[in-house]
């Protein structure tokens, strides 16, 4: 059973950077495609990113050209790298398999950009 552990997230202000990471507690190379997703407050949770296991990666437009997914199976960790910042960008981030799976859903990290 694999456990995911986000960290990484805090304040920033608008035009920053932040990287997340996502832990695993078992290996996560079984796991064919890893993605970020994140939930704001008052939507739907959404697909921010993913990765495949042979590192094909797709974002959603709202922040292609911002945000990188990465990710290192030797360390079983999947990070993401945001820059440029805005402050729609506020949220809750986690990370899951893709498709996403219900029992990995961990606590998520919270992401807030603002001045």
């Known amino acids: 059973q694999v456990q995911l552990v986000e960290s990484g997230g805090g304040l920033v202000q608008p035009g920053g950077s932040l990287r997340l990471s996502c832990a695993a507690s078992?290996?996560?190379?079984?796991?064919?495609?890893m993605g970020w997703y994140r939930q704001a407050p008052g939507k739907e949770r959404e697909l921010v990113a993913r990765?495949?296991?042979?590192?094909?990666?797709n974002y959603a437009d709202s922040v292609k050209g911002r945000f990188t997914i990465s990710r290192d199976n030797a360390k079983n960790t999947v990070y993401l790298q945001m820059n440029s910042l805005k402050p729609e960008d506020t949220a809750v981030y986690y990370c899951?398999?893709?498709?996403?799976?219900?029992?990995?859903w961990g606590q998520g990290t919270q992401v807030t950009v603002s001045s």
């Open positions: 899951n398999s893709w498709p996403y799976t219900n029992d990995y």
């Open positions: 078992g290996s996560i190379f079984s796991i064919s495609t």
């Open positions: 990765i495949s296991r042979y590192e094909i990666t």
